[in-house]
């Protein structure tokens, strides 16, 4: 009698004993004489808890396009980088400059990137730095700046009215992020002879305004080498790429539009 009653007051100690220690997050009866799926078990547990903490830091995930030419066999890989977003700023850069300064000083990318992947299509330098060597010459070449045949009547400035301003909306804005160019079929294909979005978004912008005198020249000089400017297939993946809701497929067909009307009769007849 006494043992039956020293049993069961061990048994009952035993289970209060185990209700206040914690489980052990290793301890999976059920996974017994299984290792691997054990193994499993304890990483999905610790990955559960990981989600849980980072929640409660707002912390996300970003996967960066890394690619070093030091490792030139080696194949572009997506690493990924959590940032405290509690901690942090509200744009791409902000997490960018915080995973460069505080977990990978090697980290490499332009200023201004809109995207974690590189612009594609471009010669890769590291990681998201792409060669625009080739982009800016072509900006450079349609001569983004005014051009005038006389000086300003006060001697300071070329005044312009607000109707004449106005018509530079939409145009003016551009940041050369080179999205628009870089997701262009066209460009992609033709690079050393299609100008691309950008450029010719940028040439109909000075064409547009009212205070420059070489329209005719600037029109002149985009379509002596036909491929310049008609290798525009109107596709319109510039403008569906564009962070500033910029329209550049409807800026190169206007320009496409100005110079036939600008023609004689005889050269279109001759198309």
């Given amino acids: 009698m006494s043992k039956s009653w020293l049993r069961q007051g061990i048994n009952r100690v035993t289970r209060v004993l185990s209700r206040s220690e914690p489980k052990n997050q290793s301890d999976f009866p059920i996974l017994e004489g299984h290792p691997a799926a054990q193994q499993h078990a304890e990483i999905a547990l610790d990955t559960h808890a990981t989600v849980k903490t980072n929640i ?4 996300k995930e970003f996967r960066i396009y890394r690619w070093s030419p030091d490792h030139p066999t080696n194949k572009p890989f997506l690493q990924s980088y959590f940032v405290d977003l ?5 744009m791409v850069l902000d997490a960018l400059q915080k995973i460069k300064a505080e977990s990978d000083s090697s980290l490499s990318y332009r200023s201004k990137p809109t995207i974690i992947t590189p612009l594609p299509h471009m010669f890769r330098i590291k990681d998201l730095l792409v060669d625009l060597t080739n982009f800016y010459q072509q900006y450079k070449s349609i001569e983004p700046w005014l051009k005038t ?7 300071r400035e070329y005044r ?4 004449d301003r106005k018509k530079l909306d939409g145009l003016y804005e551009c940041i050369l992020c080179a999205c628009c160019t870089t997701s262009c079929p066209s460009y992609w294909w ?3 002879e299609f100008l691309g979005p950008a450029a010719l978004f940028n040439a109909y912008r000075w064409i547009r305004d009212s205070r420059d005198d070489f329209t005719g020249e600037r029109l002149q000089a985009l379509t002596e080498n036909q491929k310049r400017l008609y290798r525009c297939r109107t596709i319109k993946n510039c403008t569906a790429t564009c ?7 409807d800026a190169i067909n206007k320009m496409k539009t100005k110079r036939l009307l600008s023609q004689p009769v005889k050269w279109l007849e001759s198309m």
């Fill in 86 to 90: 509690s901690d942090c700023g509200p």
């Fill in 160 to 163: 312009q009215s607000p109707e």
């Fill in 149 to 155: 045949r006389k000086p300003p009547n006060d001697g």
């Fill in 243 to 249: 962070p500033k809701s910029l329209n550049p497929a």
């Fill in 56 to 59: 409660k830091k707002l912390v």
């Fill in 190 to 192: 033709n690079p050393e």
